[in-house]
């Protein structure tokens, strides 16, 4: 079973900076794409960055310039860098991968998510 476990939430000032990690375990073959998405109260879930396994980004919008999406392929791990932040960043975030198993099945894996809080 394969599952993505992220850490780095927490509470922080508007203009501060915070660095969200991701690491999948179990049962892999390899990592596609990676990725962070957010959802903030009674909004949907909305696409916040992704990486390709050759390191291909994508910044939504309303990140671009602040937040950085990075990965360690050794590690089966991503990052977010948020720098920054404003109030309307919180969120709780969650990492997403898509990946083949080691019995080379395609599957999507979310993770718990972690809370990120910003203060005016």
């Known amino acids: 079973q394969v599952q993505l476990v992220e850490s780095g939430g927490g509470l922080v000032q508007a203009g501060g900076s915070l660095r969200l990690s991701c690491a999948a375990s179990?049962?892999?073959?390899?990592?596609?794409?990676m990725g962070w998405y957010r959802q903030a109260p009674g909004k949907q879930r909305e696409l916040v960055a992704t990486?390709?396994?050759?390191?291909?980004?994508n910044h939504a919008d309303s990140v671009k310039g602040r937040f950085t999406i990075s990965r360690d392929n050794t590690k089966n791990a991503a990052y977010l860098e948020m720098n920054s932040l404003k109030p309307e960043d919180t969120a709780v975030y969650y990492c997403n991968a898509k990946l083949f198993t080691s019995n080379m099945q395609f599957d999507e894996i979310w993770g718990q998510g972690t809370q990120v809080t910003v203060s005016s």
């Open positions: 990486i390709t396994t050759r390191g291909r980004t």
């Open positions: 179990g049962s892999i073959f390899g990592i596609n794409a």
